[in-house]
């Protein structure tokens, strides 16, 4: 589980498989499941936490369903009421934040890092969920 550096809501943290690999498809039957198991369970404990009353659990699979990443993830984002006018404009937004993110990491010739202390600080508190 990661914590994405660019949430859309007050968390947005990321799931992600333990074998890299770029598509949904290229994952074993036993992996598909390993990482829906685990997107379940944190957000069981991610929802209450922060605390949210739904969750929202996205993938993008490949560059033209918006993956700027090249390995697969599952976003999950605790969802509150009014956090969005209109429910599904989550996807809209996690569109959008997602081209922005490979403008910004396309254009970055060096990426500054969140800074260690800032992800300790994170990483212990999720901890204490788990």
Same mark, same amino acid.
């Given at each position: 589980?990661?914590?994405?550096?660019?949430?859309?809501?007050?968390?947005?943290?990321?799931?992600?498989?333990?074998?890299?690999?770029?598509?949904?498809?290229?994952?074993?039957?036993?992996?598909?499941?390993?990482?829906?198991?685990?997107?379940?369970?944190?957000?069981?404990?991610?929802?209450?936490?922060?605390?949210?009353?739904?969750?929202?659990?996205?993938?993008?699979?490949?560059?033209?369903?918006?993956?700027?990443?090249?390995?697969?993830?599952?976003?999950?984002?605790? !969802? +509150?009421?009014? %956090?969005? *006018?209109? &429910?599904?404009?989550?996807?809209? $937004? #996690?569109?959008?934040?997602?081209?922005?993110?490979?403008?910004?990491?396309?254009?970055?010739?060096? !990426? +500054?890092?969140? %800074?260690? *202390?800032? &992800?300790?600080?994170?990483?212990? $508190? #999720?901890?204490?969920?788990?």
């Amino acid at each position: 589980m990661f914590c994405w550096f660019f949430p859309l809501t007050v968390t947005h943290v990321l799931v992600c498989s333990k074998r890299v690999v770029p598509r949904f498809l290229d994952l074993t039957d036993e992996e598909v499941a390993d990482v829906w198991a685990t997107a379940k369970r944190v957000g069981a404990k991610i929802e209450p936490h922060y605390g949210a009353s739904s969750l929202t659990f996205g993938i993008q699979d490949g560059v033209y369903a918006g993956q700027t990443v090249p390995h697969v993830h599952v976003h999950i984002l605790p !969802r +509150k009421a009014g %956090d969005f *006018e209109i &429910m599904d404009e989550v996807y809209d $937004e #996690l569109d959008r934040k997602e081209r922005e993110l490979k403008k910004r990491l396309d254009s970055e010739a060096e !990426r +500054k890092d969140r %800074d260690r *202390e800032e &992800m300790i600080a994170e990483a212990s $508190e #999720l901890r204490k969920l788990f």
